[in-house]
T-cell receptor, first 115, second 116 residues
Framework: NAGVMQNPRHLVRRRGQEARLRCSPM?????VYWYRQLPEEGLKFMVY????????ESGMPKERFSAEFPKEGPSILRIQQVVRGDSAAYFC?????????????FGDGTRLSIL | AQSVAQPEDQVNVAEGNPLTVKCTYS??????LFWYVQYPNRGLQFLLK??????LVKGSYGFEAEFNKSQTSFHLKKPSALVSDSALYFC??????????????FGKGTHLIIQP
């Protein structure tokens, strides 16, 4: 029973390019969360999605960042025109139910480096 | 707004000794509390959670945590530390609003180092 799968594990981009990060939730999970982890800091919530819907994007930067979770396929976190400050580890988590008591299950993350 | 504080950046414990990793939280309402562990270059692994009921919660790998409402704390404990417990530990909170789920609020993490 595969866990949360994220790819790529490492991604290098030059300033101004686009970065696309993918997340396939655990089987049977329809709720996806994206977090960003800066060095020596905890994870910061970015966005919460269900299939074809953005539920909460209160942690997303207003510009350049977008997320989707289509009916078919993985969830995508897209960063346009990347800057050095976007360098971080991006984690995806999933849960089976829309319940606050449910623990979230995390992928191994995508480490984004901006040259 | 909710917040989590982990006052110690690093905790050093000798193997076989008991360990405690501290966590305090601030929320408007009743909290759901979680502990996660992160190994290098990996994602977070769920250890345990407090939802309601018994204040002492038991989790994976022999870890437990004690919920203290008056002190707004949720300290992680283990009676006898192993070298393999060395990792980065995160405390997280979510408001128990009776409604749907949302994102977790994490502390900054505590490096636990178990010395042989």
């Amino acid at each position: 029973n595969a866990g949360v799968m994220q790819n790529p594990r490492h991604l290098v981009r030059r300033r101004g390019q686009e970065a696309r990060l993918r997340c396939s939730p655990m089987k049977g999970h329809s709720h996806v969360y994206w977090y960003r982890q800066l060095p020596e800091e905890g994870l910061k919530f970015m966005v919460y999605l269900q299939k074809e819907n953005i539920i909460d994007e209160s942690g997303m930067p207003k510009e350049r960042f977008s997320a989707e979770f289509p009916k078919e396929g993985p969830s995508i976190l897209r960063i346009q025109q990347v800057v050095r400050g976007d360098s971080a580890a991006y984690f995806c988590a999933s849960s089976p139910l829309d319940r606050g008591s449910q623990p979230q299950h995390f992928g191994d993350g995508t480490r984004l480096s901006i040259l | 707004a909710q917040s989590v504080a982990q006052p110690e950046d690093q905790v050093n414990v000798a193997e076989g000794n008991p360990l405690t990793v501290k966590c305090t939280y601030s929320v408007s309402g009743n909290p759901y509390l979680f502990w996660y562990v992160q190994y290098p270059n990996r994602g977070l692994q769920f250890l345990l959670k407090y939802i309601t009921g018994d204040n002492l919660v038991k989790g994976s790998y022999g870890f437990e945590a004690e919920f203290n409402k008056s002190q707004t704390s949720f300290h992680l404990k283990k009676p006898s530390a192993l070298v393999s417990d060395s990792a980065l530990y995160f405390c997280a909170v979510r408001v128990n609003s009776g409604g749907g789920a949302d994102g977790l609020t994490f502390g900054k993490g505590t490096h636990l180092i178990i010395q042989p």
